[in-house]
């Protein structure tokens, strides 16, 4: 089954289907073609697997697309498969997937598999990275914005730095020593780097049962270009990184906040918690083999 985002990163999918639908012919699979409308998708799917029961679903889109079918396949044994076609592309770019469709086809369709975490926060998932200050805020513009891909997250990264509001407090609690501190951003990360290929959370393990809080103090441009240059600053006092199974966030005014590249409103807490292995992706082999 290939679930496609029409929409998703402003990218035309019409290659990328046919070129599915060829390897699928070639390899003797049907395939079931479901397009996303924004509209009942999650039931939608859910109807189209009870239907067909597909061992794979293939997923041509971003992060927000590839959970929105974990979320719908959470009570199925189904390997999922990415071929990288959104805005925010961070799940892929973790796994190390490989530039070119045809490799992308080849593992999304045979390759083995991980099970990787999930995060519940507030009751919604994430699979990658979500967080709250000013990278939530740089989406929140961005989605308003004509100007989409990496371009466009580049352009609203500095306007939304001109526009900075004061940092906020936050009171943070766990199995750790409570945390009171001022910040510019919070992230709660199962992974390592952002779909622009910015590595934010250096100990990212996607199946450890843990996440990982990075608290950014402070977020002036030396510190953002260290970080977009690839040197997080993690012996700072500027950056301080918690792993935990479990946490609480409070803050003292709403806070932008966003999931998985989604723009989720303003939160003054956040309720947060792994989940274990709650999805199998397929990922590119050590050995380089096709499974």
């Known amino acids: 089954?290939?679930?496609?985002?029409?929409?998703?990163?402003?990218?035309?999918?019409?290659?990328?289907?046919?070129?599915?639908?060829?390897?699928?012919?070639?390899?003797?699979?049907?395939?079931?073609?479901?397009?996303?409308?924004?509209?009942?998708?999650?039931?939608?799917?859910?109807?189209?697997?009870?239907?067909y029961?597909?061992?794979?679903i293939v997923v041509a889109g971003g992060d927000g697309t590839i959970k929105m079918v974990a979320e719908a396949m959470e009570n199925h044994d189904v390997i999922i498969g990415?071929?990288?076609?959104?805005?925010?592309?961070?799940?892929?770019?973790?796994?190390?997937?490989?530039?070119?469709?045809?490799?992308?086809?080849?593992?999304?369709?045979?390759?083995?598999?991980m099970e990787i975490d999930m995060i519940s926060i507030n009751g919604k998932k994430s699979i990658h990275l979500s967080d709250l200050g000013v990278n939530a805020e740089m989406i929140k513009n961005y989605e308003s914005s004509s100007i989409r891909g990496k371009w466009g997250y580049f352009l609203q990264t500095f306007s939304t730095l001109i526009?900075?509001?004061?940092?906020?407090?936050?009171?943070?609690?766990?199995?750790?020593?409570?945390?009171?501190?001022?910040?510019?951003?919070?992230?709660?990360?199962?992974?390592?780097?952002?779909?622009?290929?910015?590595?934010?959370?250096?100990?990212?393990?996607?199946?450890?049962?843990?996440?990982?809080?990075?608290?950014?103090?402070?977020?002036?441009?030396?510190?953002?270009?260290?970080?977009?240059?690839?040197n997080m600053p993690i012996d700072s006092d500027d950056v301080v990184i918690i792993s935990t199974d479990k946490a609480i966030v409070r803050t003292n005014v709403p806070v932008s906040f966003q999931i998985d590249g989604e723009y989720c409103g303003a939160e003054t807490k956040l309720n947060i918690e792994i989940l274990p292995k709650q999805m199998k992706v397929a990922v590119p082999n050590l050995n380089g083999e096709v499974i």
């Open 163 to 230: 526009d900075l509001d004061d940092p906020f407090t936050a009171t943070i609690t766990g199995d750790f020593e409570t945390i009171e501190c001022t910040a510019r951003m919070i992230v709660i990360a199962n992974s390592q780097k952002y779909g622009t290929g910015v590595s934010i959370n250096p100990n990212g393990i996607m199946d450890d049962g843990k996440f990982e809080l990075v608290i950014l103090k402070n977020l002036d441009l030396l510190v953002l270009g260290k970080i977009i240059s690839g």
């Open 82 to 113: 990415i071929l990288p076609a959104g805005s925010a592309n961070g799940l892929a770019v973790d796994l190390n997937l490989p530039s070119t469709t045809e490799e992308n086809l080849e593992i999304a369709f045979h390759n083995d598999y």
């Open 53 to 56: 029961n597909p061992g794979r």
């Open 1 to 51: 089954m290939l679930v496609v985002n029409p929409v998703s990163g402003n990218i035309d999918k019409s290659d990328l289907v046919d070129a599915a639908t060829i390897f699928a012919g070639k390899e003797n699979l049907n395939l079931v073609i479901y397009n996303t409308s924004g509209v009942s998708d999650i039931e939608n799917i859910k109807v189209l697997y009870k239907t």
